[in-house]
């Protein structure tokens, strides 16, 4: 197994437009976590989804929203995209939700730059 | 709300010496804390986590709940021990699916 798999790795964008970001959890993987981590900060939590629903919410404005398909894999969408939105954007997989019940294993990566 | 603070962003250490990553945190509840590691050029990848009370490449770490710490241990560092190291809280809101919170991180050099 790969792990964690996102693409695209690298992605430039300019401000006002939108993007989609892919990730695909480790087989067996029920649950998929999306983080945000801007240069020189810890990732800061933006959602978790379970089963195909949303689970949990972090900050961040409703321009960002995600979804999850039936074989688990998932997206998140940023629209109207600010400057401020530059960071890599991490997603973690795990098998099931719940506190720290469950490891979370994380990819590599989808590095955004905004212009 | 939940907050986690290391508050050394980068730490440098001579190869068997001792070593100690500081972690606060903040939380009203019963948190569960953790501690990432992210070696050079590798993902983000989970060191230890205070519930199983293990031992993990010679790291050790202990929930203080009166000083509300989670400092990171190990009695004498190794030059593979260099890496970025976050330390992280799960609180208990719901469903538990509040996700993680992630300190800033502490940047370690274990020098030859």
């Known amino acids: 197994d790969a792990g964690v798999t996102q693409s695209p790795t690298h992605l430039i964008k300019t401000r006002g437009q939108h993007v989609t970001l892919r990730c695909s959890p480790i087989?067996?993987?029920?649950?998929v976590s999306w983080y945000q981590q801007v240069l020189g900060q810890g990732p800061q939590f933006i959602f978790q989804y379970y089963e195909k629903e949303e689970r949990g919410r972090g900050n961040f404005p409703d321009r960002f929203s995600a979804r999850q398909f039936p074989n688990y894999s998932s997206e998140l969408n940023v629209n109207a995209l600010l400057l401020g939105d530059s960071a890599l954007y991490l997603c973690a997989s795990s098998l099931a939700s719940g506190r720290s019940s469950y490891e979370q294993y994380f990819g590599p990566g989808t590095r955004l730059t905004v212009t | 709300a939940q907050r986690v603070t290391q508050p050394e962003k980068l730490l440098s250490v001579f190869k068997g010496a001792p070593v100690e990553l500081k972690c606060n945190y903040s939380y009203s509840g019963s948190p569960e804390l953790f501690w990432y590691v992210q070696y050079s050029r590798q993902r983000l990848q989970l060191l230890l986590r205070h519930i199983s009370r293990e031992s993990i490449k010679g790291f050790t770490a202990d929930l203080n709940k009166g000083e509300t710490s989670f400092h990171l241990k190990k009695p004498f560092a190794q030059e593979e021990d260099s890496a970025m190291y976050y330390c992280?809280?799960?609180?208990?809101?719901?469903?538990?699916?509040?996700?993680?919170?992630f300190g800033k991180g502490t940047h370690l050099i274990i020098q030859p």
């Open positions: 992280a809280l799960s609180g208990d809101s719901g469903g538990g699916a509040d996700g993680l919170t």
């Open positions: 087989s067996g993987h029920k649950s």
